[in-house]
Nanobody
Framework: QVQLVESGGGLVQAGGSLRLSCVASGRTFSSTFSRRAMGWFRQAPGKEREFVAAMYWNGSDKHYADSVKGRFTISSDNAKTTGYLQLDSLKAEDTAVYYC???????????????WGQGTQVTVSS
């Protein structure tokens, strides 16, 4: 079992930055965990959950949604137990609850991720 806890959300003005963190615990010390995927998704009010970014916990194979490419950066720490999503040049349309997820492989499909955090709210004022 893997537990994920996000933090770092908040209220920021358009053009500003935030860094979201995702702390993984549980079976993260398994030798296979670094070869598992970390995904970030977001869900705005009244909208479906959408893919934001994903990579393997070891830092390889990074993918981004077109809407955030060049503005958001996904990464992990050396211990590979904390994931990050750096949000730069934020826009009002980035306002959403952001979720961290862990799964077997990098994919943009939320159903492919078995473990989810509780989410952290990001609000961008225009």
């Amino acid at each position: 079992q893997v537990q994920l806890v996000e933090s770092g959300g908040g209220l920021v003005q358009a053009g500003g930055s935030l860094r979201l963190s995702c702390v993984a615990s549980g079976r993260t010390f398994s030798s296979t965990f670094s070869r598992r995927a970390m995904g970030w998704f977001r869900q705005a009010p009244g909208k479906e959950r959408e893919f934001v970014a994903a990579m393997y916990w070891n830092g390889s194979d990074k993918h981004y949604a077109d809407s955030v490419k060049g503005r958001f950066t996904i990464s992990s720490d050396n211990a590979k137990t904390t994931g990050y999503l750096q949000l730069d040049s934020l826009k009002a349309e980035d306002t959403a609850v952001y979720y961290c997820a862990a799964g077997a492989y990098v994919t943009s499909t939320s159903n492919d991720y078995a473990y989810w955090g509780q989410g952290t709210q990001v609000t961008v004022s225009s």
